[in-house]
């Protein structure tokens, strides 16, 4: 398998991370998508990373297809539940995670405007939604090891990308003083080998 994508991008560690954990052999090209001269929109019409090519030739794109196409592959362990409910409630989550991450590289974007157009009507919307995503996502972890069940998957790696990308991107953010039950799911997913080997670095 190769994996277009970069290596900033927090939904294209999900993937890369999800790949680590299942032991699943790939070629990482990194190719950021916003670079003039870059081929991803040749693996996505959309021209968004988290891209794969597979085995066989296809293509597929978004960081959920993929991870749901590596449960396909029935490699151990399974990041995702078989049951129903159970599947609906992780991705769910997931959809949380991912849309935290989408409001705070709004702001990121916002940022980088020339500042006579930049909004903060807009960027205190995008705030909005971070602090509710992370006060919804807080409430889920209390007492728990994982989000969901007794075993480490998906919804775990999509928050764990969120929280460490909002340390790489908006530091400013003190997120782990009014989230401790995330600070904690931090802690765990920090030492896991699978997140060390995916830090982003500029």
């Known amino acids: 398998?190769?994996?277009?994508g970069s290596t900033t991008s927090p939904y294209v560690r999900k993937v890369r991370i999800a790949?680590?954990?299942?032991?699943l052999p790939y070629e990482f090209v990194n190719d950021p998508p916003w670079s003039a001269d870059s081929g991803v929109p040749q693996y996505n019409p959309l021209g968004k990373v988290?891209?794969?090519v597979t085995d066989d030739g296809a293509t597929l794109f978004d960081s959920n297809i993929l991870i749901d196409y590596f449960e396909l592959l029935s490699a151990a362990p399974a990041l995702l539940p078989r049951e129903p409910h159970a599947l609906l409630q992780v991705k769910q989550t997931i959809v949380?995670?991912?849309?935290?991450?989408?409001?705070?590289?709004a702001i990121l974007l916002e940022g980088r405007r020339p500042a006579q157009q930049q909004s903060s009507d807009w960027v205190a919307r995008?705030?909005?939604k971070i602090e509710r995503g992370l006060s919804a996502l807080e409430e889920l972890a209390q007492g728990k090891?994982?989000?969901?069940?007794?075993?480490?998957?998906a919804a775990d790696i999509a928050a764990g990308c969120l929280l460490f990308?909002?340390?790489?991107?908006?530091?400013?953010?003190?997120w782990r003083t009014t989230a401790p039950a995330l600070r904690a799911l931090a802690e765990r997913l920090a030492v896991r080998a699978s997140f060390q080997q995916t830090v982003p670095a500029e």
């Open 19 to 23: 790949l680590l954990e299942k032991n």
């Open 96 to 105: 949380l995670a991912d849309g935290i991450t989408d409001a705070g590289i």
């Open 50 to 52: 988290p891209a794969l």
């Open 1 to 4: 398998m190769k994996l277009i």
């Open 145 to 153: 090891t994982w989000l969901h069940g007794d075993d480490f998957g």
């Open 126 to 128: 995008q705030r909005g």
């Open 165 to 174: 990308w909002l340390d790489f991107r908006i530091a400013t953010l003190d």
